[in-house]
């Protein structure tokens, strides 16, 4: 067992805190964590090919969150019913100016149905060449927000420079959205991924990197810094287009390092813990998680950089020793 005492560290700044959940988290894990956040951001709402919002039954979630004083955020997005992010209905809504015309009201009338806070506009794999196009998207939804005093935030992929390749990250311009959003959450995770080659989710050096660079066209206190809460656990030998790696919280983590007796080693240098493993056919897998070490580098960082706040996907993926950790570390946002 691993216990860590903050009990005697001064705090190290206020951040505004906010989490992310599905509409079918547990009550009871939703409940543990409400009270150490300032926004609760239930996902999502995502657009039709038309360019009409399609609804999100979370009415659950945004009358618990009023019950701790956690602000929502209405979470916009290109995620289609499948649970993928589609290109081309981001390009239907981008060329389209009649429709985006009509969102922004779509929107309000939803938020203030909703009694929502503000908006996250997320929208992954645009194509590189309406990189502009979406900019002036979200301004027009900023715009149309701070009018009736909400604010909206553009998460952003995790870029080290504008002249980055590839389609998650050309239409994501960091000087462009950073001016056209009243702030923006950086994605500073998923160097390991699914398919990816096994390494730690979020290494700090990486999310460092990503972070000076949105510095260097914005100022700290208009970036949330994004920040996992799960696991990977990868077979190995990997083999690219071929291993998938299986997901789930970083407490299940260490669970399973428990249940096989494995040994939990600290990368220094990603600031993340790691484990092998042999399953029941003699198979070799890797795991990379988070925990209290792992997650009090990124809040010390957020904090020494004068950020707005962090934020955490997502709430339902159990990791119980991160909520009185930032309790300990930082003086909760409230609004």
């Known amino acids: 067992m691993l216990a860590i005492d903050y009990a005697d560290e001064a705090p190290l700044g206020t951040l505004g805190v906010n989490a992310y959940a599905y509409p079918y988290i547990g009550g009871e894990l939703l409940d543990s964590v409400l009270p150490y956040l300032t926004y609760l951001t239930p996902f999502t709402y995502g657009i039709t090919p038309a360019g009409v919002l399609a609804p999100l039954d979370d009415a659950r979630l945004l009358e618990r969150a009023a019950r701790y004083g956690a602000k929502s955020l209405m979470h916009l997005s290109t995620l289609t019913p499948e649970g993928n992010f589609s290109s081309e209905n981001a390009a239907l809504l981008l060329q389209n100016d009649s429709a985006q015309s009509a969102l922004p009201a779509e929107i309000l009338q939803t938020m203030a149905?909703?009694?929502?806070?503000?908006?996250?506009?997320?929208?992954e794999y645009?194509?590189?060449?309406?990189?502009?196009?979406?900019?002036?998207?979200v301004c027009r939804l900023r715009e149309a927000l701070n009018a009736e005093g909400k604010p909206a935030v553009a998460?952003?992929?995790?870029k080290t420079s504008a002249q980055q390749r590839g389609l998650l990250y050309e239409a994501h311009d960091y000087a462009l959205l950073s001016k056209a959003a009243n702030a923006v959450f950086l994605m500073t995770y998923e160097w390991g991924y699914t398919y990816g080659?096994?390494?730690?989710?979020?290494?700090?050096?990486?999310?460092?990197?990503?972070?000076d660079y949105a510095l260097s066209v914005t100022a700290g206190e208009n970036i949330f810094l994004g920040a996992p809460l799960y696991a990977y656990d990868w077979p190995l030998p990997y083999e690219k287009g071929r291993t998938r790696a299986e997901t789930f919280s970083s407490q299940a983590a260490v669970a399973r390092a428990r249940l096989v007796g494995a040994e939990i080693e600290f990368d220094e240098t990603a600031r993340s813990p790691c484990y092998h493993y042999f399953d029941k056919m003699r198979r070799e897998h890797v795991v990379w998680f988070e925990?209290?070490?792992?997650?009090?580098?990124?809040?010390?960082?957020?904090?020494?950089?004068?950020l707005q706040g962090i934020g955490f996907w997502q709430a339902g993926r159990e990791l119980a020793q991160a909520w009185p950790l930032l309790d300990a570390l930082v003086t909760l946002e409230t609004i």
């Open 113 to 123: 149905k909703k009694g929502s806070y503000g908006l996250d506009v997320d929208f």
């Open 291 to 306: 925990d209290a070490r792992s997650l009090r580098a990124k809040i010390a960082l957020a904090a020494e950089k004068g």
């Open 197 to 211: 080659e096994p390494q730690a989710i979020a290494p700090l050096p990486q999310v460092r990197a990503v972070l």
């Open 155 to 158: 998460a952003l992929a995790p």
């Open 126 to 137: 645009v194509p590189p060449e309406l990189r502009e196009d979406y900019a002036a998207f």
